[in-house]
Structures are given as structure tokens and as C-alpha cells.
């Protein structure tokens, strides 16, 4: 046990709180009664448990984290969930991860071992919390949807979709739960495929449909990429709940097809479902698609005027997008100085993009100075428009202070759905076992592109090397080898979906308008903005986005 100076030293500022766990622990022994124990214990002394293990786990103290184990254990709280995960953690954070399942067997119930698993997902311990799930014995649905729950909101897709396999397997019957988490995974991969296949087993199992699995189908098939299906999902499903209408605003939105969410809002008021908060930040999400800045303004001020909803955070950002885009860049300024709450790091890096766009220095320069921890992107967007203005020497002021941040640009990352199967591309890398036959396809349509007229615009690329060298880190950014394998794999005249964790760059876009001409295929791309559907050599965002 750890003595009282030890603690004190140890751990600084928690030292008086220590303290008080340690005298805590004397009055076990005083007391006439374990549950007045426990309630004197767990609602002061628990966080101070816990910030103590998250300090070990930060220096991998293995010295001082088996004394605090101790002292959870003399305090009799050895079998609490959230103390549980929090040491299973911190020893495999040691590199001693044996110790920790060893912890874990002490919790003999199954709802407190789920609930350990619950608290290592919330703390982003997926790979912990694997291990963990793979040592219990016996598991129930609930233990199965707290790890395919704990992927999803740790954006571990491909994970939940292989282990909702190993559930199927296993004879643990599926329930609501379970398919809310799958159909989001699949949703948020663009995974048309399994989309469909996860929504027939829905169909096959007769899953009783309410609001949130109706919304997520609707989603689903919206970022996969099939708008049409979606709404035929929304016609089909009770709408009486506002989620249900703003999934399918939003999926249309993302389309940039503003005037079916026009549409569809005012069929929303003729049903009676009143809209809320989410409802409007779709439909001005669709007019900055589409810079529809009138009706945009029109449905910022409806919103106040005539449904009472107070603009959060979200609704001033989307407006200034929407303002910064059509280029009136001095009133998305003014917005952003009116507004009644501290502008936050994405309005002003859409303030920035529109700088970027519009070449406008000295407002872009503002944006910078109030972001206060600048990103990779932010520098890329900086350098894109000193770049746009022939600035060089801007530029490369942006370059060397990335070099010296040690900051570098954020890589791409591009994956296409074949079947049921995901293959990732990121730029200019060379681990896809088929790398050599789809730089091959990929040069070949990069040159036939070129005699079509195409140019690389290679001031996008911040890096001091020559223009040949320019040209080939633009020829494979990763959407371009995602591209090249959908034309190696798929048969001619199919359709080849891809998604991207970045926005597309201008010169990307370009070059794959000209290759759906070329190759008289229909290309669509979800990018983290919105689809972009090429084809005939045009792109439905109309080189708007």
C-alpha cells in the first residue's frame, strides 16, 4: 500500500486528494457499514483514481500504476467498470497487457463486463477493448453491440463490418442495436455492396424499422451514393419524426440537388412535422452547394423569425461558406464578427477557403492568425493562394514554416468498393499488391488526358523540386490509383464509385471529367464535402463546390 508522503510527492496536485483516498482507506476498518463506504469513496476519491492511472498511462509508470492497482483494491473497488478499463488500459499502455486481462477476470457478471468494454471504446481503447472481448467466455448481444457500437464512433469501419461477420457466425442473434451501428459503418465507407447486403439481412430478419434505423437507412444509401434509393426508403417508411426528413434533406444536400430540398421542405410543413435545428443546416448546406446566397439568407432568417430556432455554431458556418463562396467574402467577415458566440477553428477555415478561392490575401491572412493550432490543411490552403497570385515568396514562407513545425500535408486517401471487398490507395504509395499493373493503367490515362487537352496544375503542389516532379506527385494522388484500379477491375461502361477523406483538389477534378469522356464511364466520387457524378466530361457540382 502506498503511504500518504509517497503520494503526496508523486503525484503534486492531486496530492490533498490522495491523501484523501488514503484516509479513506483507513476508515474501512472503522466503518459499520460497506455501502457508506463506498458512497464516501466513489464520489470524490473515483476521479482522482482515475486521473492518477490516465498520468501513468501518459508516462508509462508501471512503478506507480501497480501501487494505485493497489490501492483500488484496498478501497474495494477492484470490480468498478470504469476503474476496471481505466487499469486495463494503463497496463497495456505499460507493455504489460497480461496484467490487465488478468484485472478483467476479476469482474465475474457480464453486465459490468460490458460495461468495461463501454468505457475502453470511450476512451478510444479499441485495441484494448479487442483484447478484452476476445478473453470473456460468454457474450451477449449487448457485449457484440457495445464493440460494433465503440468501432463505429472511433471510425473503425472496416472493423465493425468484420467483426458484425464474426457475430453472424457466432449465432448471436442481431438485434436494432446492432444494425443502427452496421448500416452507419457502411453509410460512412460509401459501401454500396455491403450496404445492400447488411439491408437485406434487415429485410430477411424482419427488423422492426423505427425512426433511427429509417434515418440511417436513408442515409446509408444516400452516401453510398444512391440518392434514388434513398428516396425510395423515405416514401416507404412511417415519417412522423423529424430525424427521418433530415436524413433525406441532408442526403439530398450532399448531392448538391438544392431544389428537391426546397421541395422536400415544404412537403415537411404540409405533413405537420415541424423542422428543428439539423433540418436547416442541411437545407443551407444544399444552397452553398449550389450558391443559391438569396435563398440561403431567406431560410437563415425563417429559421429565427419563424420557427424560433436561435443559429448555433454550425448554421453561422455554413453561412459563411455559402457567403465566402459566391465570393462576397467582406459580409462573411462582418457575420463572422456579429456573431453572438466565439467564432470556432472550421468557420474560420471556410473563411479561408474562400480566400484561397477568391485570392484574397490580406482576409486569408486573418483567417490564419485566429485559428489557433494550424493544421497541415490550413497551410495548403495558405500556399494554394499565394501560389494563385504568382506570390512565391508567400509560399515559401508557408513551406519553411511547415518544415519547421515538423508539420506535414495531410496524406489523401482514397478507397473504391469491388464486391465486397474495400481496397484503401494512399498518395503515391506502393504497398496494393497489383501497384505495378495499376501504375501502368494509370500512366496510360494520364497521357491519353494530356492529348485531350489536359494540363497538371502543379502550383497546387508545395514542394520545392521541378515541374516534372510536380506533374508526377499530382498524377498519383490517391483518388487517381483508386480510379486506375476501378478501370482495371470493372468491366467497360460499369459505373466506378470511389470515396476520399479529403476534398478533391481542382486538379483532380479536371483530370477526371476528361477520362469520363475518355472512357465513356460514369465516375462519381465522394469527396468530405459532397458527390461529385463525371460524366461526358462535365461534373454535377458544375465546378462549384
Not at 177 to 206: I, Y
Not at 249 to 265: E, K, Q, R, S, Y
Not at 458 to 479: C, G, I, P, Q, R
Amino acid at each position: 500500500m502506498i503511504n500518504s508522503r509517497h503520494g503526496t510527492s508523486k503525484f503534486g496536485c492531486f496530492g490533498k486528494s490522495w491523501n484523501n483516498v488514503h484516509s479513506s482507506s483507513h476508515s474501512l476498518s472503522s466503518s459499520s457499514s460497506s455501502s457508506t463506504f463506498h458512497s464516501s469513496v466513489t464520489a470524490t476519491d473515483h476521479k482522482v483514481l482515475h486521473r492518477v492511472l490516465q498520468s501513468c498511462r501518459g508516462s508509462m509508470d508501471l512503478k506507480t500504476a501497480t501501487k494505485t492497482h493497489s490501492r483500488v483494491v484496498v478501497l474495494g473497488l477492484a470490480t468498478y467498470p470504469s476503474l476496471v478499463s481505466s487499469l486495463i488500459s494503463t497496463y497495456a499502455r505499460c507493455h504489460q497487457p497480461q496484467i490487465g486481462l488478468r484485472v478483467f477476470s476479476k469482474v465475474l457478471d457480464l453486465f459490468s463486463r460490458n460495461l468495461v468494454i463501454d468505457c475502453l471504446m470511450k476512451g478510444g481503447q479499441c485495441d484494448v477493448a479487442k483484447k478484452v472481448f476476445g478473453k470473456m467466455p460468454v457474450r451477449d448481444v449487448v457485449t457484440w453491440n457495445t464493440m460494433l457500437g465503440g468501432y463505429v464512433k472511433n471510425s473503425r469501419f472496416l472493423d465493425a463490418l468484420n467483426l458484425f461477420r464474426r457475430m453472424l457466425s457466432s449465432k448471436v442473434e442481431p438485434d436494432g442495436f446492432t444494425f443502427a451501428s452496421v448500416v452507419t459503418a457502411c453509410a460512412r465507407l460509401g459501401a454500396l455492396c455491403n450496404a445492400e447486403w447488411v439491408h437485406g439481412l434487415m429485410v430477411e430478419k424482419r427488423v422492426q424499422l423505427n425512426y433511427i434505423l429509417s434515418a440511417a437507412l436513408i442515409d446509408m444509401y444516400a452516401k453510398c451514393g444512391r440518392i434514388d434509393v434513398s428516396r425510395q426508403v423515405f416514401e416507404e417508411v412511417v415519417r412522423d419524426h423529424v430525424s427521418v426528413w433530415n436524413a433525406m434533406i441532408t442526403g439530398l444536400a450532399i448531392h448538391g440537388l438544392v431544389m428537391d430540398v426546397t421541395l422536400l421542405f415544404s412537403r415537411m410543413e404540409v405533413e405537420g412535422v415541424l423542422p428543428d435545428s439539423v433540418t436547416f443546416i442541411g437545407i443551407l448546406t444544399a444552397c452553398s452547394h449550389c450558391g443559391l446566397v438569396e435563398e440561403g439568407r431567406k431560410y437563415f432568417d425563417m429559421m429565427q423569425n419563424r420557427f424560433m430556432i436561435e443559429p448555433e455554431l454550425e448554421h453561422y458556418g455554413t453561412m459563411v461558406d455559402l457567403l465566402g463562396r459566391a465570393g462576397l467574402m467582406e459580409e462573411a467577415y462582418a457575420l463572422i464578427k456579429v456573431m453572438p458566440m466565439d467564432p470556432d477553428v472550421v468557420i474560420w477555415r471556410a473563411l479561408l477557403s474562400a480566400c484561397r478561392i477568391h485570392r484574397k490575401k490580406e482576409l486569408g491572412e486573418v483567417a490564419i492568425a485566429n485559428i489557433s493550432r494550424l493544421e497541415s490543411g490550413d497551410f495548403v490552403l495558405l500556399s494554394n493562394m499565394y501560389c494563385s497570385l504568382k506570390n512565391w515568396d508567400g509560399a515559401e514562407r508557408v513551406r519553411q514554416r511547415m518544415k519547421m513545425g515538423g508539420i506535414r500535408k495531410k496524406r489523401g486517401r482514397s478507397w473504391i468498393e469491388l464486391g465486397d471487398s474495400i481496397h484503401t490507395f494512399n498518395a503515391a504509395n506502393h504497398s496494393h499488391e497489383e501497384m505495378k499493373s495499376i501504375y501502368l493503367v494509370l500512366e496510360g490515362l494520364v497521357q491519353r488526358a494530356k492529348l485531350e487537352g489536359f494540363t497538371p496544375l502543379t502550383d497546387l503542389v508545395l514542394m520545392d523540386v521541378s515541374e516534372e516532379e510536380k506533374e508526377e506527385n499530382l498524377a498519383f494522388h490517391s483518388e487517381k490509383l483508386a480510379l486506375a484500379y476501378g478501370v482495371l477491375k470493372s468491366s467497360p461502361g460499369t459505373k466506378i464509385r470511389i470515396s476520399k477523406n479529403l476534398r478533391i483538389c481542382l486538379d483532380c477534378h479536371n483530370w477526371i471529367k476528361i477520362v469520363s469522356k475518355i472512357l465513356n464511364r460514369e465516375i462519381i466520387v465522394r469527396d468530405r464535402i459532397r458527390f461529385h457524378q463525371f460524366e461526358g466530361g462535365v461534373c454535377s457540382c458544375r465546378d462549384y463546390w
